[in-house]
Structure formats: structure tokens, C-alpha cells
């Protein structure tokens, strides 16, 4: 009986033992510190060390939410999607059998189930503190403590606020891509592809990123005091996020790399990289034309093998480039005949690259082409060498093959017929017919007058109806109601003082920007003339006008659409600049409101100045009438889907012939951007126009509203954004002073210099305080594109509006 009791309660022991283990392994345990008493500690232990603040904890996390494999890392610990801020090697893992330990001699010891292995820990494990009462702790800030030894001396793909960046080097998960010394990032340990000018010191919770010896960068929502890391991705770019609480999101407030495409080792060799835009990470690599997908390596292959090296041709790829490095040969030549024939004369010659801008760009790519890439910021064509038989066409074209719209017609005759003794059933035929005609047109002609009064306002506008063939469509009323769902205030894009705008869609599909005219004087016969005027007007640089509506008192232009919107959403950000009020965007065509724009590199910015320089002397020296603009600001600049630049909101001024001298009895245009003549009540001439546009060009350098924002601490009575512009770029020769601190640090003198300096210089000209100072638009253009020469322009006078 004693034996049995005895038994009874040996057995009850260890099933409550049992019971005890089951639950602490069932259930998660948080711990402050990890000491000797705690080790081992085991992925299916299922413990947590967390910071005194609760913001960050440290455990063993699986590689997926599935596997059965660990590294131990750090996290944010009151987010949802437990973002990853340091953490041991990823392709050293950790499995179930595996344990952190502190050893009796106070080593904090990583294993897989055993002692020997690759080292788990990043850079070099922790030394031996030779005291077993050292515990491992998480602080406040992220970073894990073991005696000496903490986690941000060795930091992995990320950067916490305060955590010291100073010659650290981050490694990307998957081990490809490296930010090196704290300003360069590279692949594959050497390949650079990004560098800093400044090395960066800190990340400032407030969106400030320290650099050694330069002004801090800033993110685009500086200024708030958020949660927020420094990420080296795994496709390579270096990226701030900081975290939306509202949203419970990470949101990208700043990037390296710009530009997706240009990272090293996104595609394999002979790919082409190509990104539409929409987001800032997403891209596709696709094989150029004439090549394959290999099947035995991740590369391009050709379709048809080159086999001798005399019989091929090129492909044109437009806005394609290669970046090879140290495989491509840069070339100075004086055509284009001379870069392809030395190409040909190379059989290891796979292509070369060429700038159409007299600039004697050619660049030769031998052997193997890697890290290609598709953007319209290149402003140049790449040449592929494929077999001469090979037939697939290019896919990658630009604005020289949308220029080409016309096709060929052939019209034949049908031969005389025989001659025929029925000439009088014939005559007769006709005769009847055309009897028949004429009464069928006098019956219309009488049932037409019957209903005037039911369409007098139609009758009204028929002279309107009567445009010649080749003039744009005139729409009824009813069609664009249909089109802008009855003028839905959903489908507005843009209100102001002269017009409503709305986007719209037609009903063979194609989006439109529907321009509803407000207080406009004369009757049918001025509006006539203004939309003929504006109809004749065909420039790559002007937005295309498809038709027009006047019925009932609504006079309506129809407009083409376009998609990017206007230039200063591109250029002027409010989260970036305090005080920014953007109200003079009015009759803005085509715009679309984007909650995130892609930032202008430096040769984008170049064309778009280009392009607005073409079309504004195209509407001065080139039409069959003498159009002024009168109102040329970012607003009325578009960009399409290549960023090409489309001037709109012209034509709508007042029309006089080239020989006449205009005189305007009122102010037209926009505070900021209006010329001296206007408010001194002088003669007005095309000059206004120029004035504007030199406004405009050093916006577009510098980033900045010319009547908004202060850059320096001169007294605001003394402001006059040309002058202080003169003084940095051309007086004291600080032009960093003036660029725009979105891609300032993408600036390099050896490939922009020249660039921005024909920008500065030309617009410096523009805004000279008298017309006859002032460059004509054809000169501008000219003057912009390097085809003469620009002398020192003298210093702009103050003029206040």
C-alpha cells in the first residue's frame, strides 16, 4: 500500500513537470536581459528580449513565415510588419536545433547545433568578456549590448537614427550590392555605380542626413520628427523610410539612386532595363531586339549567331545605353558614318552609343554588353550589331519615328471606256439624276427652313460648322457633356479666372482636356478666327487643339491630353519648400494630380528648356500670324509621356500681324513672370515673351518659385531673384549656390557644367530690364543649344511688380 501511494505521487511529479515544460514552450516569453540563467535559448523557445521603451525587441526570426530556419535579429517591436533593422548573416542560418549561449567564460556564443560552422555573427563575433554575469540587453535605440561589443559597430543592410554612419559599410540580404566608406554603393564588392560627393554621417530623426564637410541632404517630409531607417535594398538602392502612423505604412522619403535602371546587376548580361515610371522599384529586363533569353545562363543570346562579321547591320534602340565600364571604348568623331564604320571594322565591336547634339559623343562596347538600360534622360541611341539577315524590328523608338505621320497614297484612274453608239441613253440618264439631285436639295433646303427656330442656336454657329476639312472637329454640346460626365467636379483638373478645364474621354477612347472659355469678348467671328489661328499651329513643342464647341453660350476648346501634367508639380514640392502656395496653376491642360513625381535629372531639364525655346519662336517667327503668349510659366509647360515638353494656353491673347506694333491696354500674365513693360505702360513686344521664359529657365535650374522663396538672408526689399542668381553663377562662381537640392548631389561639373551654364547664362539675357537688350526667342533657342556663342551678359536691374 505504501509502495503504491509512493508511485502515485512520483507519477504526479512528472506529468506536472511535463505540463510546465508544454506551457513555456507554447507560450511567448519576454525577457529584459539574456543572461547564463536563460542559455540556452533556442528558436522554439519562442522568447523575446525587448528594450526598456518597448520600441525594439530581439529574437530569432524565421527566414520565411513557413521555414524552419532562424537568424537572430533585431526589429521594431510596436509595428506590424516587424521591419528588420540588424540581424546575423542571412546565408549563415540558424535551425531549430540550434541556441544562443554565454558560455562560463563569458563568450556569447552562436551555434547550429554545434561548435564549428561558418561565423553567423556580422564582421567579428563578440570577443569573451571572462565574466559570466555579462548580460546581453537591447537599448532605447536599437542597439544590442554585450559587453564591449554592440550591434551597431557592426551594422547589417540598415541605419537607425543617431547610429554613427562614419566609414560602416551595409550589405544588402541577398550579399550583392554594398554601401562602402558611407558614400559609395557597389556591386559585386567593385563595381561601382553611385557615389556621394560628401560621406554621410547620420541619420537625424527629423529627415536631416549628415554629410562630412557639406550641407545635410534632406528627405521630402524634413522637418517631422518620425520613426525612420536607412535601408540598403536588395535591388541596390539606398532608400530613407520613415513611418506613416496613420496609414501604418513605410513610406520611401528619400532615394539614391533616382533612376532605378542605372543600379549594376539588376539584369543579366545583354539585358535592358526598363522602368515606365510609375513607381520608383519597379523595373522589367527584356531582351533587345534580335536576342533570346539563354537557356543556359541568365543572359540575352543572338537569334541569329554573327558569324562573319562583314555581313551586319544596326538596330537603332532609342534612349538605350550600356554601361560597361571598363569594356566599352569612348570615341571623339566627327559624324555618325565615322563612330559605325569604326564599330564595323571591330569584329569584338557588339554596338556603340551616339549623341545626335554636334557633340562628338560615340562610345564603342566590346565583348559583352552589361547593365543596359532604357531612359529618355540619356538623350542618346544605342547601335546593335545583329546578322544582316535578321528581320525582327526595334522596339524602342522615340520622338524621330512619332514624327513620321504621313503615308504614302497611290491613286489610279480606271482606263476611258471603249466609245459607244448609247450616248444619247446616257446623256439621258444623267440628266435624270441630275434633276433629281436638285430636288432632293431644294426638299432638305425647305425642311431646313421649317425648323430654323427649333435650331437657331446651331444656325447661329454655322458658320463655325463650315471649317475647311483639314481644321480641327467641331463637337456638339451633348458629346462633350457625355465626354466630361456633365462637367462632373471629379473630372476637374484645373479652375481660374479665364477657364474651367476638365479630362474627359471621347467616344472613340481617347482622353482629352476639355477647356470651358470664361468672360471671353467679341462675338462668332473673333472666336472663329482665334480657333483657325490656333489650328494652324503645328510645332512637337505645342499642345495639339482636336476641336471645339460654341453652342448655347458655352464656347468650349477640346485639347489633346497630357498625361504627365505641368512642370512646377515637378519642380516646385510644398512638403520641400515652406511656404510654397502654388496659386497661379490655372488652365492647367492634361494635368493629373500624382502623390509622388519622379524627380527631373539635369538632362531632362536641359531638353524641356530646349523644347519651350522652340515652340515660344515658333509662335513668333514662324506662323503665318505674329502670336504672343503673353503667359508663360511652369503651369502652362506639359510633359508627356517621354517628358517632352508641350506649351500650352497660347494663341488666346490678342493677334496682330507680324509688321504691326501691339499695344495692350491691359496687364496679361502672372506675378513673377512679367516684364517691365507691362507695368511701365511701354509698347508691348515679343520681348514680354522672352522676359517670361528667362523667369521660367531659372526656375528650372535652381528648383525654386522666382517671387516665393528667399535663399538668402538679404533683406526682402533688396530681393530680386535674377540678381541674386547673377551674383552666385556668374559673379562669384559658386553655381552649386543655385541648383535644385533635389538632384544637387546627381550634379558633376564634367558632364553638366556646360549645360547649366548655357541655362544661367541665356536666361540672364532673357530678364534684361530693356526689350532691346533682350535676345529674340530664335537666338534663345540657338543660344541653348550651343550653335553660337554667349558673351558675358551684364547684371540684371531689380524690377519689382
Known amino acids: 500500500m505504501s509502495y503504491s501511494f509512493s508511485y502515485s505521487i512520483l507519477i504526479f511529479f512528472i506529468i506536472h513537470h511535463l505540463l510546465q515544460i508544454s506551457s513555456f514552450l507554447s507560450a511567448a516569453q519576454t525577457i529584459s536581459s539574456f543572461s547564463i540563467q536563460n542559455s540556452p535559448w533556442k528558436p522554439t523557445l519562442n522568447i523575446t528580449l525587448v528594450s526598456p521603451n518597448s520600441s525594439f525587441a530581439a529574437g530569432f526570426h524565421p527566414l520565411t513565415p513557413s521555414s524552419k530556419l532562424y537568424v537572430f535579429s533585431v526589429w521594431y517591436a ?67 549590448v554585450f559587453g564591449p561589443w554592440d550591434s551597431f559597430q557592426h551594422p547589417t543592410d540598415t541605419i537607425l537614427p543617431t547610429q554613427s554612419m562614419n566609414n560602416t559599410i551595409l550589405t544588402s540580404r541577398n550579399g550583392k550590392f554594398q554601401f562602402t566608406g558611407s558614400k559609395n554603393l557597389v556591386y559585386n564588392t567593385s563595381d561601382s555605380y553611385w557615389t556621394s560627393a560628401n560621406g554621410f554621417l547620420s541619420l537625424g530623426i527629423d529627415g536631416r542626413i549628415a554629410q562630412a564637410g557639406a550641407d545635410p541632404l534632406l528627405t521630402s517630409d524634413f522637418g517631422q520628427n518620425l520613426t525612420r531607417r536607412l535601408v540598403l535594398s536588395n535591388d541596390g538602392n539606398l532608400r530613407v523610410f520613415s513611418f506613416d502612423q496613420k496609414n501604418e505604412e513605410w513610406v520611401t522619403v528619400w532615394l539614391a539612386v533616382v533612376v532605378i535602371c542605372q543600379i549594376h546587376g539588376l539584369c543579366g548580361p545583354g539585358y ?127 520622338m524621330s519615328e512619332v514624327l513620321v505621320t504621313t503615308c504614302p497614297v497611290r491613286i489610279s484612274l480606271p482606263n476611258p471606256p471603249e466609245d459607244s453608239n448609247e450616248t444619247a441613253r446616257n446623256i439621258i440618264i444623267i440628266v435624270i439624276l441630275f434633276t433629281a439631285e436638285i430636288a432632293s436639295g431644294v426638299l432638305l433646303f425647305r425642311a431646313f427652313l421649317k425648323r430654323y427656330v427649333k435650331y437657331r442656336d446651331m444656325a447661329q454657329a454655322l458658320g463655325l460648322g463650315l471649317l475647311p476639312t483639314a481644321g480641327p472637329r467641331r463637337f456638339t454640346l451633348s458629346e462633350i457633356k457625355a465626354a466630361t460626365m456633365n462637367f462632373s467636379d471629379d473630372n476637374v483638373i484645373g479652375k481660374g479666372g479665364f477657364s474651367d478645364v476638365y479630362i474627359g474621354k471621347l467616344q472613340d477612347g481617347r482622353p482629352v482636356a476639355v477647356k470651358c472659355l470664361k468672360n471671353v469678348s467679341g462675338g462668332d467671328a473673333e472666336f472663329w478666327a482665334e480657333v483657325t489661328i490656333i489650328a494652324r499651329m503645328h510645332h512637337l513643342n505645342l499642345v495639339r487643339l482636336w476641336g471645339f464647341c460654341n453652342e448655347k453660350g458655352r464656347r ?59 515652340a515660344i519662336a515658333y509662335l513668333h517667327e514662324e506662323c503665318l500670324e505674329w502670336v504672343l503668349h503673353c503667359d508663360i510659366k511652369p503651369e ?166
Open 556 to 614: 468650349v476648346l477640346v485639347y489633346e491630353h497630357v498625361p504627365n501634367g505641368s512642370l512646377d508639380r515637378y519642380l516646385f514640392r510644398p512638403s520641400r519648400i515652406p511656404g510654397s502656395n502654388d496659386e497661379e496653376n490655372n488652365d492647367d491642360i492634361g494635368s493629373v494630380e500624382l502623390q509622388q513625381k519622379p524627380v527631373l535629372d539635369w538632362n531632362i531639364r536641359y531638353r524641356i528648356a530646349i523644347g519651350v525655346a522652340r
Open 272 to 398: 535592358i532595363c526598363y522602368s515606365d515610371g510609375s513607381t520608383l522599384s519597379n523595373y522589367e529586363c527584356v531582351c533587345p531586339p534580335g536576342f533570346r533569353r539563354s537557356s543556359t545562363s541568365n543572359s540575352c543570346e543572338n537569334e541569329i549567331p554573327i558569324i562573319d562579321t562583314a555581313s551586319n547591320k544596326f538596330l537603332r534602340l532609342d534612349y538605350v545605353d550600356y554601361l560597361d565600364g571598363s569594356n566599352q571604348t569612348d570615341l571623339q568623331v566627327h559624324s555618325f558614318d565615322h563612330c559605325q564604320s569604326n564599330c564595323l571594322s571591330n569584329p569584338k565591336c557588339l554596338g556603340f552609343g551616339f549623341k545626335f547634339d554636334g557633340s562628338g559623343y560615340c562610345v564603342h562596347h566590346l565583348n559583352r554588353l552589361l547593365n543596359g538600360y532604357w531612359n529618355p534622360g540619356t538623350g542618346s541611341a544605342f547601335y546593335l550589331r545583329v546578322d544582316k539577315s535578321e528581320t525582327e524590328p526595334t522596339n524602342f523608338t522615340g
Open 78 to 144: 510596436n509595428i506590424s510588419d516587424h521591419a528588420l533593422v540588424w540581424s546575423t548573416k542571412w546565408d549563415v542560418p540558424v535551425q531549430q536545433t540550434g541556441s544562443l549561449t554565454i558560455t562560463s567564460k563569458g563568450v556569447l556564443q552562436l551555434t547550429n547545433g554545434s561548435s564549428s560552422g561558418p561565423n553567423p555573427w556580422p564582421g567579428a563575433p563578440p570577443p569573451p568578456v571572462g565574466n559570466n554575469s555579462t548580460r546581453l540587453i537591447l537599448r532605447d535605440d536599437g542597439k544590442l
Open 636 to 801: 502652362n509647360i506639359l510633359l508627356g509621356d517621354d517628358f517632352c515638353p508641350k506649351v500650352a494656353d497660347f494663341g488666346l491673347s490678342k493677334l496682330r500681324k507680324k509688321e504691326q506694333i501691339v499695344t495692350m491696354s491691359r496687364i496679361r500674365g502672372t506675378r513673377g513672370y512679367l516684364a517691365p513693360e507691362w507695368v511701365n505702360k511701354e509698347t508691348i513686344t515679343s520681348k514680354v515673351d522672352v522676359y517670361s521664359f528667362g523667369m521660367v529657365l531659372l526656375e528650372i535650374v535652381s528648383g525654386v518659385r522666382n517671387n516665393s522663396v528667399q535663399l538668402t538672408d538679404m533683406p526682402s526689399e533688396e530681393w530680386y531673384f535674377p540678381r541674386w542668381a547673377f551674383n552666385m553663377a556668374i559673379e562669384e562662381k559658386r553655381m552649386d549656390m543655385i541648383l535644385d537640392r533635389q538632384i544637387k548631389h546627381a550634379y558633376d561639373d564634367r558632364v553638366h557644367f556646360k549645360l547649366v551654364d548655357r541655362m544661367v547664362k541665356t536666361a540672364m539675357w532673357c530678364v534684361q530690364e530693356k526689350p532691346e537688350m533682350r535676345p529674340s526667342m530664335g537666338k534663345v533657342a540657338k543660344m541653348l543649344e550651343g550653335t553660337i556663342e554667349i558673351i558675358e551678359p551684364p547684371k540684371p536691374t531689380i524690377f519689382w511688380m
